[in-house]
């Protein structure tokens, strides 16, 4: 009877003691996955940065050859603007499928996309023909004024979608590290109640 007691006491303490020593093995992996996440979330980051200075650097080429055209009447400076036209949509799309997993973000890179699209069909292109016919009128107007507008629209939504990027990440940064501290202390826990586990039933 005294054997078979001992025996049940062996079996009981070998399962609660597999069970935390699974626990503190699942715990520390969940940290481990916490922190590749975060880490994938800062690489994603870093390449949305880039897609975002990209595209916004062809919208600095498009501003830059209006404003030659519209100071100078030489076509040439349009060269660069060109090139950035042609551009625009694979590096739109590019960045949009970047931020594909936050919806929000993708409404936001399609609306930058079309304000884009809006300043190079309704602005550029018709300030460009006009300054070709005459170019005095296009300097008498507001088209200065009109340019510096629609560009600083564009550019706070360049700063919107940087910005937002920038929170995901260091949220995602402060949550791993909320966990992985977390786990550090469940696993500290575990080892210590297995170790406890292990004297009582030494005694």
Excluded: H
């Excluded at 919806?103 to 930058?112: A, F, G, N, T």
Aim: proline share 2%; net charge positive.
């Amino acid at each position: 009877m005294k054997s078979m007691r001992l025996s049940a006491r062996i079996i009981a303490a070998s399962v609660v003691l597999a069970v935390l020593v699974a626990g503190v093995f699942a715990v520390l992996i969940y940290a481990v996955v916490t922190l590749d996440n975060a880490r994938e979330r800062e690489a994603a980051t870093k390449d949305v940065r880039t897609a975002l200075v990209g595209l916004e650097k062809l919208v600095i080429d498009l501003e830059t050859g209006l404003r030659g055209v519209v100071l100078t009447g030489n076509p040439r400076f349009l060269q660069p603007a060109r090139a950035a036209r042609r551009e625009v949509p694979r590096r739109a799309g590019e960045l949009e499928r970047l931020v594909a997993d936050s919806p929000i973000q993708r409404q936001r890179v399609r609306e930058l996309r079309v304000a884009i699209n809006d300043y190079v069909d309704d602005y550029l292109v018709p300030i460009v023909a006009l300054a070709q016919e005459n170019l005095a009128a296009v300097r008498q107007t507001l088209a200065a004024e009109e340019a510096k507008r629609r560009t600083d629209e564009i550019r706070a939504s360049f700063n919107e979608l940087q910005s937002t990027e920038e929170g995901r990440a260091a949220a995602s940064a402060a949550s791993a590290t909320t966990q992985s501290r977390r786990a550090i202390a469940l696993g500290v826990a575990g080892l210590v109640a297995c170790a406890l586990l292990i004297v009582l039933f030494g005694l």
